[in-house]
DNA sequence: CCATATACGGAACCATGTTCCGTTTAACAA
DNA sequence: TTGTTAAACGGAACATGGTTCCGTATATGG
């Protein structure tokens, strides 16, 4: 009989590199695919332009919508993270207003993503939890080291910013991005101290 | 060469007997399972529930979204046309309460359709315009009719109230349908003149 | 260089919408 | 009543998309 007690420390054997690769592959093709062709690209597409098989594909995203969930928090993250990028190179009411304008455009490439959100799959279910813990603190020190220049107002809170912009990129389809571009513009103008 | 050229006025044959019913059942199927089972039930269910063929049923409705679009108008038919039911049998403001409620029941039924109609698909484009012009006058008169009793407010749009509801009903998932009673009772409550 | 756990690819399977077409039948007229 | 025929019917077959299976290939540790 093998000794299976697992040597309590690392144990298992490393990740293989090609799955690593393969994983990175599958996420970046899924990105671009999810942006060019919509949230609905067929599976067997994303494997195809990854270069990998389906199977390869499903060993590491059981369902599809683990793979839609996986790179939302990806570009969730990507998002967060440019906010301190912004802060370190911007003086800190310009910051805020970069970092806006790159939520922005988060935002308007979550279209289709925002009807699979309710669609009852628990694999969406943390996202919305994910999506306000990863924004809201990263917005939060935006808003808090602009209001300290005393440029911007003190009494805003980030979830609601937050939500305001998200709920103005939703409204007219037709000549949407233009009208979603001013109302933020407004906004963004409105956090101005007089 | 027959004459081809029709007798203008009373030409083509009349719709056969058998095809009417066929619609009628498959739309009361639809109906039915659209309640139970979810808008997504499987089109080959439908058509078994209601005891034809899917040839027979894509006859009628070439896409599944026709089906579901006209399911849709009827019951948003049956809805307007109840208003004047009840107006006719409890005095106004009863009247009014009642199809609130009504309609209330309605808009709990369209949940899954809610992300159907933003969907893009052309089937779907004319029934935002079907339901407001079935509702917005339906509720006008009762809203009329009740403000002229003196009991109720007379300064509320139609529409503003159809939409106030239909919002209302989104909300939380968890005791969603208690929570939803309440903020309309508030709402119905709301419409008394003081 | 071997042994093997792991990962890979893609054919096959299943569910769903949609199309096709041979068969049946209601409606009309002789 | 019966024959004719346009219309309607049923359901197999097709297209597409998610998911599973499994024989083959290979990275990793010894």
Redesign the pocket.
């Known amino acids: 009989m093998p000794n299976d007690s697992r040597p309590e420390g690392s144990n298992?054997?490393?990740?293989?590199?090609?799955?690593?690769?393969?994983?990175d592959g599958v996420l970046a093709a899924a990105k671009e695919l999810f942006a060019s062709a919509g949230i609905?690209?067929?599976?067997?597409?994303?494997?195809a332009k990854a270069?990998?098989?389906?199977?390869?594909?499903?060993?590491?995203?059981?369902?599809?919508?683990?793979l839609v969930a996986a790179v939302f928090r990806q570009e969730v993250d990507a998002c967060a993270a440019e906010a301190a990028i912004l802060a370190a190179t911007y003086p800190p009411d310009q910051a805020l207003i970069h970092w806006l304008w790159r939520y922005t455009g988060f935002i308007a490439t979550k279209k289709g993503l925002a009807t699979a959100l309710h669609s009852g799959d628990p694999a969406y279910a943390a996202l919305p939890d994910y999506f306000r813990t990863s924004f809201e603190p990263a917005l939060a020190s935006l808003l808090e080291a602009a209001a300290a220049t005393g440029k911007v107002r003190d009494d805003i809170a980030p979830y609601d910013l937050l939500r305001a912009i998200g709920n103005l990129s939703v409204a007219p389809d037709a000549e949407g991005t233009a009208h979603t571009h001013r109302m933020v513009d407004l906004m963004i103008d409105g956090l101005r101290r007089r």
Chains 1, 2 share one sequence.
């Open positions: 298992d054997r490393r990740v293989r590199a090609d799955a690593r690769r393969n994983e609905d690209v067929a599976v067997r597409d994303i494997a270069g990998v098989g389906v199977g390869t594909l499903y060993r590491r995203f059981p369902k599809r919508s683990d």
